[in-house]
């Protein structure tokens, strides 16, 4: 069946360091994929979001990586902050989501 | 804010209780969701409504009842609750048919049951 899964369920960074958050997906006729943030108390915010005919793509401090070939999808944040601090999700399929645990962020001074 | 507006907010009931939550998206969508986000588990699907016929129940206890009564509009009747469903029951809407931007989520009602 369709399965989204996440590599770590908590993730402690350096405010200004760089992130990396990876997921792993089982279905490989997905062709889209989200990424989502979601804060305490807040419902999941989208972030940025990649199709299957690219491998990777970029936002305002975030990079989206696709590998197709083993099925895995990283979030790159640059130069994070303490805002970043959340839970992030990947998700496929933009109508029906399945998503995984969540990679808690966690940025100390 | 997503444009999907979800209330209460909150809300505490007893387990003979009947109480509704509502949500509503002002994004002209066609797609509506209910998920359920427990501690420590993934967010789980629960109801999918596409033009306003419901498409998917993803194994949910009878006792959770949705309402689409238009493609605006969607309710979650609750009745006879037990502590385990006490989650954050999240409403989310997307355009189906064409390349978007996914879903997007209300902020949520934190369901407590005593």
């Known amino acids: 069946g369709e399965s989204v899964g996440l590599h770590l369920p908590t993730l402690s960074v350096q405010e200004g360091d760089n992130s990396i958050i990876n997921c792993a997906y089982s279905n490989s006729a997905s062709d889209y994929f989200i990424w989502y943030k979601q804060e305490s108390g807040k419902g999941p915010q989208f972030i940025i979001d990649?199709?299957?005919?690219?491998d990777k793509r970029q936002g305002q401090r975030v990079t989206v990586l696709l590998n197709k070939t083993v099925k895995h999808l990283s979030l790159q944040i640059a130069a994070t902050q303490p805002g970043d601090s959340a839970v992030y999700f990947c998700?496929?399929?933009?109508?029906?989501?399945?998503f995984g645990t969540g990679t808690r962020l966690q940025v100390f001074p | 804010e997503t444009g999907v507006t979800q209330t209460p907010r909150h809300l505490v009931m007893g387990m003979t209780n009947k109480k509704s939550l509502k949500c509503e998206q002002h994004?002209?969508?066609?797609?509506m969701y209910w998920y359920k986000q427990s501690a420590k588990k993934p967010l789980e699907l629960m109801f999918v409504y596409n033009f306003k016929e419901q498409t998917e129940n993803n194994s949910v206890p009878s006792r959770f009842s949705p309402e689409c009564p238009n493609s605006s509009h969607l309710f979650l009747h609750l009745h006879t609750l037990q502590p385990e469903d006490s989650a954050l029951y999240l409403c989310a809407s997307s355009q189906l048919g064409r390349q978007g931007k996914g879903a997007f989520f209300g902020q949520g009602t934190r369901l407590t049951v005593v």
């Open positions: 990649i199709r299957s005919n690219m």
């Open positions: 998700a496929e399929n933009p109508d029906k989501l399945i």
């Open positions: 994004l002209g969508h066609n797609a």
